[in-house]
């Protein structure tokens, strides 16, 4: 079974361009995450879809971060314009949504480096 | 909101003993708690994760243990190894509230040969 794929793996920027970054969850995996992990610290969720739609974006700085997943597959995180404190993985998650499924898996991120 | 405090940050031990990871969570109802590895350069992966009905799970030298009435879990890792060297974070979320993984800080976990 292949697992949650992302790109680019790595990403270097100025600060106040833009950004995006994409995910390919499990086959089948209805509920997709993404989140930011800063050097040194566990990841923090930015946002939470289910199918195509939000069910917690909360945690996101919506003036600068969106994210979508039109068809209910892919999903794309974008930052605009960035931050040098947007330097981080931002690591993409999936999960099942078979009943007593609570299992997340994770891709291997995307490294950015805000300039 | 659920926090998730973690200790030690650091671990440093000799291969073939024994290492301890303690968490604490704030949010009496998380009811799902697991432990991921991390690699550099690579994602989160799932060890091991335990249901809050249940006290205590083993998965050959991983255990993990609950105590829902002081709201800590620990990961125990025995004979170790160089390949258990990594971060390890420990998690908790409420199945109710769409899973939502809260992380605690991490432990580096270094098996000296």
């Known amino acids: 079974e292949a697992g949650v794929a992302q790109s680019p793996r790595y990403k270097i920027i100025e600060k106040r361009q833009s950004v995006a970054f994409w995910c390919n969850p499990i086959s089948g995996h209805a509920t997709l995450y993404w989140y930011q992990q800063i050097l040194g610290q566990g990841p923090k969720l930015l946002i939470q879809f289910q199918n195509n739609g939000v069910v917690d974006d909360s945690q996101l700085p919506k003036d600068r971060f969106s994210a979508e997943r039109l068809k209910g597959v892919d999903s794309t995180l974008k930052i605009q314009p960035a931050k040098l404190e947007d330097s981080a993985v931002y690591l993409c998650a999936s999960r099942s949504d078979s009943h007593s499924n609570e299992k997340l898996f994770f891709g291997s991120g995307t490294q950015l480096s805000v300039l | 909101g659920e926090n998730v405090e973690q200790h030690p940050s650091t671990l440093s031990v000799q291969e073939g003993d024994s290492a301890v990871i303690k968490c604490t969570y704030s949010?009496?109802?998380?009811?799902?708690f697991p432990w991921y590895k991390q690699e550099l350069g690579k994602g989160p992966q799932l060890i091991i994760d335990i249901r809050s009905n249940v006290g205590e799970k083993k998965d050959q030298r991983i255990a993990v243990t609950l105590n829902k009435t002081a709201k800590h879990f620990s990961l125990h890792i025995t004979e170790t190894q160089p390949e258990d060297s990594a971060v390890y974070f420990c998690?908790?979320?409420?199945?109710?509230?769409?899973?939502?993984?809260?992380f605690g800080g991490g432990t580096r976990v270094l098996v000296k040969p």
């Open positions: 949010d009496s109802a998380s009811n799902y």
């Open positions: 998690a908790a979320s409420i199945k109710a509230a769409g899973n939502k993984l809260t």
